[in-house]
T-cell receptor
Framework: NAGVTQTPKFQVLKTGQSMTLQCAQD?????MYWYRQDPGMGLRLIYY???????DKGEVPNGYNVSRLNKREFSLRLESAAPSQTSVYFC??????????????FGPGTRLTVT | GEDVEQSLFLSVREGDSSVINCTYT??????LYWYKQEPGAGLQLLTY?????DMKQDQRLTVLLNKKDKHLSLRIADTQTGDSAIYFC????????FGSGTRLQVQP
């Protein structure tokens, strides 16, 4: 039972390049999330998927797209990377978004640098 | 939306108690959480409290919730050097809204 896995662990991009961050969970959770963490700040929600087939914007969605490929996988795409997107990206999952004490479980993070 | 605030830094001596404070704005948060983050690592859930509770104790951890003042605290008894980390409080709406984190430094 691996929990939440993310790939890659580290990535360096040039401004304007694109890339996709991958996330998978093996806990049969319905809801999945993408957050970013900037230095000295808490995590901010980029997008989430309450259930397979649905996605919704979070607090900071601009410059990102997401795909809920199936129940297990939720990817985050940067179409044209900008230095402001340099951050650590965390994927998380939970049984059901916004309900009960089923807390979100987090992946180990992807450290992205855009030069 | 939810706004969550924490003090930035706390330093204690090993064996003392640590108290990390958090204030939040959205009284509709159903659950409030405490997460721990060690350097270079993801977030580890420590404990959580349902919004209709005042207190929850879990081994060395005690969570106090003052709904009137919208104030949440985490007390760590007998703080150890391994407790040195950043601690985040978070409120649950549609997803989690995090505070900016409190860095706890435990001195031997």
């Amino acid at each position: 039972n691996a929990g939440v896995t993310q790939t890659p662990k580290f990535q360096v991009l040039k401004t304007g390049q694109s890339m996709t961050l991958q996330c998978a969970q093996d806990m049969n959770h319905n809801s999945m999330y993408w957050y970013r963490q900037d230095p000295g700040m808490g995590l901010r929600l980029i997008y989430y998927s309450a259930s397979e087939g649905t996605t919704d914007k979070g607090e900071v969605p601009n410059g990102y797209n997401v795909s809920r490929l199936n129940k297990r996988e939720f990817s985050l795409r940067l179409e044209s990377a900008a230095p402001s997107q340099t951050s650590v990206y965390f994927c998380a999952s939970s049984v059901e978004a916004g309900t009960s004490g089923t807390p979100e479980k987090f992946g180990p993070g992807t450290r992205l640098t855009v030069t | 939306g939810e706004d969550v605030e924490q003090s930035l830094f706390l330093s204690v001596r090993e064996g003392d108690s640590s108290v990390i404070n958090c204030t939040y704005t959205d009284s509709s948060s159903t659950y409030l959480y405490w997460y721990k983050q060690e350097p270079g690592a993801g977030l580890q859930l420590l404990t959580y409290i349902f919004s209709n509770m005042d207190m929850k104790q879990d081994q060395r951890l005690t969570v106090l919730l003052n709904k009137k003042d919208k104030h949440l605290s985490l007390r760590i008894a007998d703080t150890q050097t391994g407790d040195s980390a950043i601690y985040f409080c978070a409120g649950l709406g549609r997803a989690l809204t995090f505070g900016s984190g409190t860095r706890l430094q435990v001195q031997p």
